[in-house]
T-cell receptor, first 112, second 114 residues
């Protein structure tokens, strides 16, 4: 059974810092991996989607990488801002039936 | 604006009562999903539907039921058999349900037990 782990559960950094959020998974046989953002009491917004054949994806200040052999993905946020404060979840698609397996998320706080 | 709407934002359930959460999308997506989110937990799949009049159980379907009579609507009923229904419920959709696509999420419904 695929397990997705995100550690630490919470992170606080000063504004302007570059940071890396980690996601690890136990089964490397994945179709793709997504990073989502969730603001308190809100739904999820997709940030980046990496297909299994890709190594990374970039969108603005965000860069997500995927290393299937080591069972890891990272979300890099450059020059963090208070508006980046949210919970970041990674999710893997594990089969052709489109099921997503989610990590528990990392709650990020960027201090002004 | 295209998107997914969920209603109500907050819902209160009394003991032994069935309640229905609404999910509507105008994205012309074929696939729709229901997830449950508990504090400190990841999202868990309750039910999903890849086409009208068809749906499959997810990981935690017990105590829940769904219907998919229209492409744009996928209501979730929380029955009295669900003994711990307090949670945040999220509806999502994707274009065809294939593994290459992202899922788009609604704003969620928070269900509380009186």
């Amino acid at each position: 059974k695929q397990e997705v782990t995100q550690i630490p559960a919470a992170l606080s950094v000063p504004e302007g810092e570059n940071l890396v959020l980690n996601c690890s998974f136990t089964d490397s046989a994945i179709y793709n991996l997504q990073w989502f953002r969730q603001d308190p009491g809100k739904g999820l917004t997709s940030l980046l989607l990496i297909q299994s054949s890709q190594r990374e994806q970039t969108s603005g200040r965000l860069n997500a990488s995927l290393d299937k052999s080591s069972g890891r993905s990272t979300l890099y946020i450059a020059a963090s801002q208070p508006g980046d404060s949210a919970t970041y979840l990674c999710a893997l698609r594990t089969g052709a039936n489109s099921k997503l397996t989610f990590g528990k998320g990392i709650t990020l706080s960027v201090r002004p | 604006d295209g998107g997914i709407t969920q209603s109500p934002k907050y819902l209160f359930r009394k003991e032994g009562q069935n309640v229905t959460l609404s999910c509507e999308q105008n994205l012309n997506h074929d696939a729709m999903y229901w997830y449950r989110q508990d504090p400190g937990q990841g999202l868990r799949l309750i039910y999903y539907s890849q086409i009208v009049n068809d749906f499959q159980k997810g990981d935690i379907a017990e105590g829940y039921s769904v219907s998919r009579e229209k492409k744009e609507s996928f209501p979730l009923t929380v029955t009295s058999a669900q003994k711990n229904p307090t949670a945040f419920y999220l509806c999502a959709s994707s274009s065809t349900g294939t593994y290459q696509e992202t899922q788009y999420f609604g704003p969620g419904t928070r269900l509380l037990v009186l």
